[in-house]
């Protein structure tokens, strides 16, 4: 099992919805219009549709979300997912501030969930992408990059095709997955699933505070502790620098996935040495335990050293998927 099936088994449930009978819907809101339980938005490629549903054991609960329209019992994004609106009351509007608001329509109505953004655009619109991903933009600037609020940013428990997974250095935005609390309760649940960037940056797997799983670091073509996947579905992309740490893939033909998880303990790494520097260099370090190539495209760049005991590698033996570490011994037990 790689990287991706394994974000998907964590994020995807099979969950039974009631959602209501739409009306036909463009895949827009503009200021003062509005919104109500009952209609739908659908993307132009028609993949995807937003609107509202009540999970099942939740007859009066009713939640704003995304699913993919071939598939409408699969959400893959909840907006309110902490504060249900009652019955049928739920109006979604762009408001005079720019933002989303999704207000609870009794008297005297009230504030359930809202995009929230500090920014304030007069003309803004909320549209509906084709990949899944809810937008709000200033209707005279169609520029990605500057897009007002968007729910890629805000994911609940699935991980789609274009979406990023970590951290936005610059504002501090940390995008993670967390789970339902139930199949029935959409609120925050024990697991959550993103990027760590303690030390080298990977992928983890947490219930709570516990690590269950964690990817190995990224060797420049993949994480080094995913199982090995024949599939070309997909690629992943992975992108750190000082602005942005973040993990995504995009469906392709192209992926390959590793299969030897390198250890996280102490490490050092330098991304303008080679192999043999770094070699030399954790021969002249009694704490040195291994080394191996930071990135292992073409012949390899970079180097990474480890110190302490070496724990927790995991080797897989498929071909195609070499990934060297020299480890240092005594020259008795050669």
Not at 96 to 113: E, F, K, M, Q
């Amino acid at each position: 099992m790689d990287v991706l099936p394994s974000i998907l088994l964590f994020s995807v449930l099979i969950i039974s919805f009631r959602v209501p009978k739409s009306c036909s819907a463009a895949d827009t809101i503009s200021f003062n219009e509005t919104f109500t339980d009952g209609q739908t938005l659908v993307s132009s490629g028609q993949s995807f549709e937003l609107g509202f549903f009540s999970p099942s054991g939740s007859s009066s609960n009713r939640y704003l979300g995304i699913w993919y329209k071939s598939f409408p019992d699969t959400p893959v994004w909840v907006a309110n997912r902490e504060s249900p609106v009652s019955h049928s009351y739920g109006v979604l509007i762009v408001s005079a501030d720019g933002n989303l608001v999704l207000l609870n329509n009794t008297i005297p109505s009230r504030v359930i969930w809202s995009s929230n953004s500090s920014r304030t655009v007069l003309n803004s619109v909320a549209q509906l992408l084709d990949t899944g991903n809810l937008v709000l933009k200033d209707s005279s600037n169609m520029n990605p990059d500057s897009y007002i609020w968007q729910s890629f940013d805000f994911p609940t428990d699935t991980f789609l095709p274009g979406m990023k997974l970590g951290w936005n250095l610059t504002s501090g935005l940390n995008r993670y997955l967390t789970s339902w609390k139930t199949t029935s309760d959409p609120s925050r649940g024990d697991y959550t699933f993103g990027i760590e960037i303690s030390r080298l940056p990977q992928i983890v797997l947490r219930r709570g505070s516990v690590k269950t799983f964690r990817s190995g670091i990224w060797n420049g073509l993949r994480f080094s502790g995913s199982f090995s996947s024949t599939s070309t579905l997909y690629k992943s992309i992975f992108v750190a620098n000082n602005d942005e740490i973040y993990y995504m893939f995009d469906l392709g033909d192209n992926s390959i996935i590793t299969k030897v998880a390198l250890p996280d303990l102490d490490s050092w790494h330098n991304e303008s040495r080679n192999l043999e520097q770094c070699k030399a260099e954790c021969l002249n370090n009694c704490s040195c335990m291994a080394v191996a190539n930071l990135d292992i495209k073409g012949r390899g760049s970079g180097c990474i050293m480890w110190f302490g005991d070496l724990m927790d590698i995991r080797e897989r033996v498929e071909p195609g998927s070499k990934q060297d570490m020299y480890i240092r011994m005594p020259a008795s037990e050669l």
